[in-house]
């Protein structure tokens, strides 16, 4: 009994597309404990917002002919809980509005209508690719890089746009770029483990993916790639080992060994919840280490 309601639960979370947006939330929170400046409320109700929208919208608009036939659970949870997931959508968007445009400074409208804009043109087919409309997505090698972008941009790039309009601070462009391009790095290697899972459906939706178009054993390898390269970052470009560098490097070394651990045979729960779950890992670990 206990353990049905406990998977019931955990499957609302992960399914619902809930846990993915509490994920961005931690992800924004990294930002502005790395920068040391204000959390903005606001931008973290819209990137939470944000986020199931987009997730949910997604999975709606990809509905496969034969939902409750499908391979994956959170396929089959979504279809069979249709009306809580259009209403979980719908809630959403109606809360982005109001956010966005009485609290968030034209700067931020600006940057995350551009974003939207991206987020949208990813799943919808406006494009015409040999005689086939598609969205972005569909375009080669495309869909990995796109997905990091829209991340780093709303959990980085916004913080820092709105911390300055709001609050007049200041951040150089050398460090914005700098932690946009390691956030982009993390949320590379963290979504090439589900493209390597989808890797027969991809084919079969011909979707050219990293590891469609490199491979299984050679996506792998980019990962850790991906990984190192964020750690050279970070240890490149601080001026002194201190306990911030270190919890980052902590969480790169788990999500290292997380997607290590990763196979085709692994269940969705330890791809939604302890892979996805490295996003909230990390702002975990820099808070507990500022007791120390």
Not at 94 to 118: E, K, R
Not at 131 to 151: E, H, M, Q, T
Not at 208 to 224: H, N, R, S, Y
Not at 259 to 265: H, V
Request: glycine share 4%; net charge positive.
């Amino acid at each position: 009994m206990i353990k049905k309601a406990f998977f019931s639960t955990l499957d609302f979370l992960l399914f619902s597309n809930l846990f993915i947006a509490f994920g961005a939330v931690a992800q924004g929170l990294v930002t502005y404990y790395l920068l040391k400046v204000p959390i903005d409320k606001y931008v973290l109700m819209f990137v939470f917002c944000s986020t199931l929208l987009v997730y949910n919208l997604s999975m709606l608009l990809a509905k496969p002919k034969e939902p409750q036939k499908s391979p994956f659970k959170r396929v089959r949870w979504i279809f069979s809980h249709l009306r809580l997931t259009i209403s979980i959508t719908l809630i959403a968007a109606l809360c982005i509005i109001p956010i966005g445009l009485w609290y968030l400074s034209f700067q931020s409208q600006l940057l995350m209508g551009f974003v939207g804009i991206l987020a949208l043109a990813y799943n919808f087919p406006f494009l015409k690719l040999d005689d086939k409309n598609i969205g972005l997505r569909n375009i080669p090698g495309i869909k990995l890089f796109l997905i990091a972008f829209v991340w780093s941009t709303s959990c980085v790039l916004l913080p820092i746009v709105q911390v300055e309009s709001t609050y007049g601070i200041a951040v150089s462009l050398s460090e914005t770029l700098l932690l946009v391009a390691k956030r982009f790095l993390f949320i590379c290697a963290i979504t090439i483990p589900f493209d390597i899972r989808d890797l027969y459906q991809d084919k079969l939706y011909e979707l050219k993916t990293i590891p469609v178009m490199l491979g299984e054993k050679k996506a792998w390898i980019f990962c850790q790639a991906l990984l190192g390269t964020c750690l050279i970052l970070l240890i490149l470009f601080t001026k002194s080992i201190n306990l911030d560098v270190i919890g980052l490097a902590l969480t790169l070394f788990l999500t290292g060994w997380l997607i290590f651990k990763s196979n085709l045979k692994r269940n969705e729960y330890y791809y939604f919840f302890f892979l996805d779950g490295t996003m909230i890992l990390q702002f975990l670990i820099l808070w507990l280490l500022r007791f120390f």
